[in-house]
C-alpha cells in the first residue's frame, strides 16, 4: 500500500496535540523534515517512553516520509537531557543506515513549538499564521511516526500510548484501547484524592476539566498524550475559571506595561508581529475605535499569539491574562471579517537564545514542583469493559458512520468512514457490541 493511502486507511493523525490528519500534511514535498521529540511541556511522559521504547519504529518510520517528501536533511529534535532516548534513537538510526541525524536542544519552555523547533533547528522564521512549509520544512511528532510505521504494516489506529502524572500515587504509562473514559485511566495510576481537575495534556496548553460531570465524560482519543491530574484547588484550575470580564477588568485597571509578556514571547523572539502588552494597553479603549482600520492597528497583533501561556503563567508580575485577551479579541476581529496583515520574511530578534525559559524554573511558577519530575517507567496495558468513542478526532470533519445500533465488531473494524475533505477513519478499539450510535460517536461494550 502507497504510504498516503496506507495513512489515510490506518486513521492516522498527529500526535503532538492538533491532530491534523497526517496524509493531509504530507501531500507535499519538502526540504527539511523535522520529527519533534521535544515534548516541551512539563509532567508529560510520553514521547520520551516512546523514543526508548520503540526507536527502531520510530526511525523506520521517519525515513520512510523523509522519502516520500524528498527531503534532503532529515532531523529528530529533542532535548539534550533525554539521554537515554537520545542514545536509543542513534542505535536505530546506525541499525537502519538511515541519513538522520539527531540535534539537540536546551531544556526549555516551549521547545516543541513547530514554529520555535523550525527555527532552533534551520534558523528559518515561519510568517505568523503560516506552517512549517512555507519555509520547506515539515514537523511531525515521534509518536505520530510510529504510527506511521504502524499504518505500513497494516494496523490501524485502536489503541493510545499516554502517560497519567501530577497528584497520583505513582506516574504510569499506559497502553489504553481509544474511547477508554479518564476515570479509568487516574484509577490505574492511584490517587489519594476524593476529588481530582483533571488537565488534558499539559499544564501550559492543555484543556482543565474541573466539573465532575466533564471529567466524567472525558476519553482516550488519537490526540490524547498526557493525563495531570490535580487537586480541585490548585493555582491552575483557579486560573481556568476566571471569566472574560473579570479578566478584562483586571487588565484595564493592573497592567503595568512592563512588556514582560512581549519579551518572552515566543513568536515575538522569532521576528512575528505579537506584542502581547500592545494589545494590553488599548484594550481600555476598545468601545471607543470604530474605524476597522484603526482597530486592526490596536488589536490585530492578537491574531498571532499561539497560547503558549507564557505571557499569562510565567512573565506578567500582576498575574494577568494577556493569551486570554488575545483569545478574546482574535474573536472580536474573526466577527467583524478582520485580519491583521503579516511580514512574509521576519527575522528572529537577537534576544532569542538569551530569554529561553528553562522548564524547572516553569515547573516552580506553576506550581508544579511536588509532582515534578514525575518520571514514567512502566507502562499498564489496560482493557476497558466499554468504550466510548468519538467520530471526530482530528482538525476536520467528523467520520461518517458505516455501521449501525446493536452491530457487532471486533477490534479493528472499521466504525466511521472519513468524510468529504479533512477528516480519519474511526476503528472499533475493542471486540463488542455497538451501543448509543449518533453523528457524535458511538459506545462498544463488550461481553454483551
Request: proline letters at 5%; glycine letters at 8%; charged letters at 25%.
Amino acid at each position: 500500500m502507497e504510504l498516503l493511502e496506507a495513512i489515510k486507511w490506518a486513521g492516522v493523525v498527529g500526535e503532538g496535540g492538533a491532530g491534523f490528519p497526517t496524509y493531509a500534511k504530507l501531500n507535499t514535498r519538502a526540504e527539511c523534515f523535522i520529527v519533534n521529540g521535544a515534548e516541551c511541556e512539563p509532567l508529560i511522559e510520553t514521547d520520551k517512553y516512546l523514543m526508548r521504547t520503540f526507536p527502531e519504529e520510530i526511525i523506520a518510520g521517519t525515513a520512510a516520509v523523509s522519502a516520500h517528501l524528498g527531503a534532503k536533511r532529515t532531523v529528530v529534535a529533542l532535548k539534550e537531557k533525554y539521554e537515554a532516548e537520545a542514545a536509543a534513537l542513534s542505535a536505530a538510526i546506525e541499525k537502519s543506515g538511515a541519513d538522520i541525524e539527531i540535534v539537540k536542544m536546551p531544556a526549555f519552555y516551549p521547545a516543541g513549538d513547530e514554529h520555535t523547533m523550525v527555527y532552533y533547528v534551520t534558523g528559518r522564521s515561519i510568517p505568523a499564521r503560516g506552517i512549517p512549509i512555507s519555509v520547506g520544512c515539515v514537523v511531525d511528532n515521534v509518536g505520530t511516526m510510529r504510527s506511521v510505521h504502524e499504518a505500513l504494516e497494516g494496523r490501524q489506529v485502536t489503541d493510545k500510548y499516554l502517560s497519567v502524572t501530577g497528584a497520583v500515587r505513582e506516574p504510569v504509562m499506559l497502553r489504553v484501547p481509544v474511547g477508554t473514559s479518564f476515570r479509568e485511566c487516574v484509577a490505574l495510576a492511584g490517587t489519594k484524592l476524593s476529588e481530582y481537575a483533571v488537565i488534558n495534556g499539559g499544564p501550559m496548553m492543555g484543556l482543565v476539566l474541573s466539573e465532575k460531570e466533564k471529567i466524567d465524560a472525558a476519553v482516550v482519543t488519537k490526540t490524547t498524550g498526557n493525563i495531570l491530574v490535580l487537586p480541585p484547588d490548585h493555582y491552575l484550575v483557579g486560573r481556568s475559571k476566571l471569566k472574560m470580564q473579570r479578566i478584562r477588568l483586571q487588565s484595564r485597571s493592573a497592567c503595568i506595561q512592563c512588556r514582560y509578556c512581549t519579551d518572552l514571547c515566543p513568536r515575538w523572539l522569532i521576528g512575528q508581529e505579537m506584542e502581547p502588552h500592545m494589545v494590553m494597553r488599548g484594550l481600555w479603549m476598545e468601545g471607543q475605535i470604530k474605524d476597522d482600520a484603526e482597530f486592526v492597528r490596536a488589536f490585530g497583533d492578537a491574531m498571532n499569539c499561539c497560547s503558549c501561556g507564557i505571557c499569562e503563567l510565567y512573565a506578567c508580575p500582576m498575574n494577568l491574562s494577556p493569551r486570554r485577551v488575545n483569545e478574546y479579541f482574535k474573536g472580536v476581529l474573526r466577527s467583524r471579517g478582520l485580519e491583521s496583515p503579516v511580514d512574509p520574511h521576519p527575522e528572529a530578534r537577537g534576544s532569542f537564545s538569551d530569554r529561553l525559559i528553562p522548564t524547572e524554573r516553569l515547573v516552580a511558577r506553576l506550581g508544579l514542583r511536588d509532582y515534578y519530575p514525575g518520571h514514567a517507567e512502566r507502562c499498564l496495558e489496560y482493557q476497558p469493559r466499554t468504550v466510548y468513542i468519538p467520530f471526530r478526532q482530528s482538525i476536520g470533519r467528523a467520520a461518517e458512520a458505516v455501521v449501525a445500533e446493536g452491530a457487532a465488531v471486533r477490534r479493528g473494524d472499521l466504525l466511521a468512514k472519513a468524510a468529504e475533505g479533512l477528516s480519519s477513519n474511526i476503528y472499533a478499539s475493542i471486540d463488542g457490541t455497538v451501543r448509543d450510535i449518533s453523528v457524535q460517536g458511538a459506545r462498544i461494550v463488550s461481553g454483551v
